[in-house]
């Protein structure tokens, strides 16, 4: 049976992003870069939501190549992409970049894949967690960024399926 990991970015006063889905306050030191460049390396397979996937697979395919990519981008590109992927989604009609496409129930196939054998799962994405990671979750990470949100209608960390 695999393991299923959940992890997110939350600033100080507990918001994972604000409004409009805004993740531009949670751009990462090099440590924290480091920690989820290696948890990607350590990750079997991921699971992404419509959202995080557009925004992944619009720039980590090419992020090594662009000018200033730093050592640690171009590892990071590397990993993601040879990464194999799931992404769920009703509304997009094809991925690419080692990952396959899941327009059905996400918590059947979550389910599924979670009895397989294999190595660890992650899940990207709040909106894929909140609705199909409830009670299959493992483990739940969170990286604390020393960061107060300035917003007052963000995205708190502290809905329900952070704590079933």
């Known amino acids: 049976m695999r393991t299923l ?18 993740l531009g306050w949670s751009v990462p030191s090099h440590e924290v870069f480091k920690f989820w460049s290696d948890r990607v390396g350590a990750t079997d397979l991921a699971l992404y939501g419509r959202k995080v ?8 395919p090419t992020a090594a190549q662009q000018p200033g990519a730093t050592p640690a981008h171009i590892e990071f590109a590397g990993r993601w992409l040879n990464m194999p992927k799931v992404v769920f989604s009703s509304t997009i009609s ?12 996400a918590v059947s196939e979550i389910t599924r894949l979670k009895a397989e054998d294999g190595g660890p799962m992650d899940i990207v994405g709040a ?5 199909a990671m409830r009670g299959r979750a493992d483990r739940r990470v969170r990286v604390w960024s020393p960061t107060r ?3 007052a209608a963000g995205y708190p960390s502290s809905r329900s399926w952070t704590t079933g």
């Open 5 to 22: 990991t959940f992890g997110m970015n939350v600033s100080l006063d507990g918001y994972i992003a604000a409004p409009g889905d805004d």
């Open 53 to 60: 996937w557009e925004a992944m697979s619009s720039h980590w």
């Open 94 to 105: 094809t991925v690419d970049w080692n990952a396959r496409l899941v327009t059905g129930d």
């Open 127 to 131: 909106t894929l967690a909140a609705a």
């Open 149 to 151: 949100s300035w917003w």
